[in-house]
Each structure stands twice: as C-alpha cells, then as structure tokens.
C-alpha cells in the first residue's frame, strides 16, 4: 500500500469528516489549516494543565526541573525542526509537489509534539497503571465482571475491556482533542484528519497489541469509543492501519528529548553527580559515541570565560551533554529517514522499531534511557510520591465511580428517576464531577452504540485523567480527610 502526501496533507476537520458542517470560511491571514491546529491547541485548556502534571519527578517544587508542559514544548520545537529538515529533503527528492508541503509537515510535527502527553493522568506512567490496577482489582485481571456481554457488530467486548485494564495515555490524548474539550459541539478541538493522523503514535485497538509485533502495535493507539473517528481518519488520509510517516519523527523526537534531559534534571535535583553519568555512559556504551560527545563537552565547558566549579559545572556539563547528543542524533535520525523512506512510504514497519534505532545514534540514546532508568527513576524520592499519586488515584475513583455507576441512563433531568437520583449521595457525588465530562458522558449514552457501563467507566477515567498532580492531591484530601 503505497502512502500519499497529497492525502496525507487531508486539510477536512473532524466535523465534517464525521458528517457534520464544514468549518466557516475564515478571512485569509496568511495561516494553513495545518497552522490552525497548532495555534488552536496552544490556546487549549489541557495543554495548560501540563504545566502541573508529571514528567518525571511528581509534585516537583523546583521550577528549573522539567513538567509535562516544558517536555512537550521542547518535543514540538525539535519536532517542528526535524520536520523541516525531512520535508525539505523529499522536495529536493521530488517526493513533495511544493513548498507549501513542507510547511504543512513542519505544522502538523510541531502540533503533535505539543500534544502527545496530553492524555497522561496525574502522577505520569506510574498514574497510567494506578488506572489499569484500579480495573484490575474491581473487574477481575481478565476483567471478568467487566462488558462481557457487550459483543457488538462492530465493537468486540474484549476492546472495552482491555481499554480499561490496559489503560493508555496516548488513546487518551485522541479522545482529548476530538471529544472532550468541548466547545460549542462535541468535535473537541475540531483537527484536521492529516494532523489526528500523525498523532497517533500506536495503530492498535487495545485488544490487538502485540509485544512481539512491530513498535506501532506495541500500546493501545485509541479507545473503543473513537473506532469510527479513527476508521474516517485513515480512510481520508489513506494510511489504512499503517503508520503515518511523521509519527515517526515525532516519536523519534520525543525519545531524543526524555533520554537526554531526565539525565539533566536529575543532576540539577542533587540525585545523580556528573561523574556518575560519566562513568556510566562509558562503561555500557560500546559504540564509543558517548566518549566521542563527552570530549566535545568537556572542551567546551573548560574554554568558557567564567570558570565553573561544583553543582554548577555538573549542571553545566549535562546542558552542553544534552544540546551536544541531539544534535548527534538529529543527524543520525534524519539519515535514516532517508534511507527508509521508500519502506515508510509502503506502511511498513522498520526492522529496528523506530527511527532511533534504525540509526546511527541508536546505541547512545539506549544508553542515556538506561541510565534514566536504572539511577533516576528509582530514586526514592520519586518512588514515595509515586506511592502518594497511586494512592490518590485509587482514592478518587472509588469516589467517583459511586456517583458514575449510579446515574440513570438515558439523562432526563426532568424526570422523576433523575430528581430522585440528584438528591441520592451518589448523585452529589456525580454532580462534583466536570460539568465538560458530564455532558460527554450523557451525550454517549444518547448517541451511541457501545453499552451504558463503558461510557460509565469512561467517565471517571476521563475526569481524573484530566486532573493536574496538584488538584487530584487537593481533591483527594478534601474528599477523604476533610
């Protein structure tokens, strides 16, 4: 199946893919539709919470130390330019029709890198499996008292269970931006279909990953609930269940960033030393790439007019160490963008994965993610308010869950099982709940196919899903201690 970046480059937004009206024409101010969808998501409430959610180190006090919100700034800025570097190369190549093209691809890179976290729950990937643990314990591990008689002509019960008992930020994030930040309709922020496209990072319903299959089909790509949206998305764009080539890059991107700077983070908590990282790069990186970039900081680090010393030169060292290994990286990666591209362009899967490790800077980034790993990650103060987010997250969908499996459905707030309900406990409960989710939640029930209890479900797990680390904590306190 050969991909196409005239259908690639779809410029239909979500409404009108999904039947509804066409989007008034704006007066001309120079901006693509692609430019639209950038700009629209910077303004977005969700992109705001990041600045109060997990990158690594939860609840962090120190504002030099990265949240979700700076992580995903710089995945957009290093998306946007190895974007541009890509998409000039193929207009070089005579695989674009125009310049116009490029742009369009720099956008859509810069778009999806701002918002590929935005379906993170508080407390980061550690928040993801306090979800999936949450089900597990409730539903059974196979979620046996979950949807199993929800069999339906188009949607099998083992997707909605395993959207749940395999619960993924990513699906969430598609759901964010095409459901829940409602507007004036329910087309959330109403993308294009070519920018939904390149966001989604993993092709797979939930009940069809595979540890062994190609990376793309590793994770849950998207929930039961948006199958139709995704069906429409890729018949217009024309990728089928392949990966669009941009997610590559975006991918390789966010890679390049969380590998380098989780590293620069935790020298400047005080966690790690310089020398550590030093020692350990050299150690497990066989490539002799580390050695190579570390020279290259050092020399630069001892020319500086201002000599550093302590804590400031290790924070010094890891800057430069980061800018230096991107760099590296960048190159590597969009060589082998160059060299694949044939394959890419078939919606076929790399041998290696991803572009990172179809690269040459595949072993040094390994490294650096390993390093992350083994002396960051696990450092004890992360794991306590890891501890303190599960918790919390547990806690809260307890709570909410009360009100969720409570509510009469369909919604008639004029009848008497409604007004019963409203004064019940459990319907003070659903009443704390947004009024944003309510109103999905109630327009689901309405309007589609899947069963009540997934819509139930899917409520609580939008609304704590949409919580900064901060407020869940807040909310969690006030709701169980008074």
């Known amino acids: 199946m050969a991909l196409d970046w005239k259908r690639l480059l779809c410029d239909t937004r979500i409404r009108e893919a999904e039947g509804g009206r066409a989007s008034a024409s704006l007066e001309d101010d120079g901006r693509s539709e692609f430019d639209r969808d950038y700009d629209r998501t910077v303004f977005s409430t969700p992109v705001r919470r990041l600045k109060d959610k997990t990158q690594v180190f939860p609840l962090e006090p120190n504002d030099a130390v990265r949240t979700r919100l700076t992580h995903s700034l710089e995945v957009s800025t290093l998306a946007r330019g190895l974007a541009r570097g890509a998409a000039r190369w193929m207009l070089r190549e005579g695989h674009l029709d125009s310049s116009q093209q490029v742009l369009d691809i720099e956008a859509i890179a810069a778009t999806c890198g701002l918002i590929h976290d935005l379906g993170n729950p508080p407390f980061g990937h550690a928040g993801e499996e306090a979800i999936g643990s949450w089900f597990r314990t409730h539903f059974g591990a196979e979620g046996q008292g979950l949807l199993h008689e929800a069999e339906t002509a188009t949607v099998r ?38 920018t939904l496209s390149a966001a989604m990072k993993y092709t797979a319903a939930s009940d069809e990953t595979s540890d062994t299959g190609p990376a793309d089909r590793k994770k849950p ?10 069906d429409r998305v890729r018949s217009l764009t024309g990728t089928g269940t392949a990966r669009n080539p941009i997610a ?6 966010d890679d390049m960033v969380y590998a380098t700077v989780d590293i620069e983070d935790g020298v400047k908590k005080g966690l790690v030393s310089w ?36 804590r400031a030169r290790d924070e ?27 394959r890419l362009m078939q919606g076929e899967a790399l041998e290696q994965g991803d572009l990172i490790g179809a690269s040459g800077a595949s072993r040094l980034i390994e ?7 083994e002396r960051v990650y696990n450092a004890p103060e992360t794991l306590r308010l890891e501890t303190l987010g599960r918790r919390v997250i547990h806690g809260l969908m307890d709570i909410f869950w009360e009100g969720a499996q409570g509510c009469p459905v369909p919604v008639d707030t004029a009848g008497k099982d409604w007004k019963k309900f409203n004064k019940s406990p ?16 109630e327009s689901a029930c309405e309007n589609s196919s899947l069963p009540p209890l997934y819509h139930r479900i899917q409520l609580v797990t939008d609304y704590v899903c949409g919580m900064t680390d901060t407020f869940a904590c807040s909310l969690h306190a006030q709701l169980t201690h008074g």
Do not use: W
């Not at 490294?367 to 790993?373: L, N, S």
């Open 221 to 230: 790509g998207y929930f039961a609930s948006e199958q139709r949206l995704v």
């Open 426 to 441: 459990e319907g003070k409960v659903y009443n704390l709940l947004s009024r944003n989710y309510r109103t999905a939640f």
């Open 275 to 310: 020398p550590e990282v030093e020692a350990f790069l050299e150690k497990h990186d066989d490539s002799g790439m580390a050695k190579t970039v570390l020279k290259s900081v050092h020399d630069y680090i001892e020319k500086a007019d201002t000599p550093l010393e302590g």
């Open 248 to 253: 590559y890059l975006v991918e390789a991107c």
């Open 367 to 373: 490294v650096c993610k390993r390093f992350g790993r």
């Open 157 to 194: 019960a083992g997707q909605l269970r395993s959207d749940f008992l395999r619960f993924e930020g990513n699906a969430q994030t598609l759901r964010i931006v095409s459901r829940l930040q409602l507007l004036a309709d329910s087309y959330g922020l109403n993308l294009t279909v070519g």
């Open 316 to 342: 010094a060292l890891a800057q430069h160490f980061r800018t230096m290994v991107i760099g590296h990286a960048k190159r590597e990666i969009l060589a082998a963008f160059q060299r694949h591209y044939a």
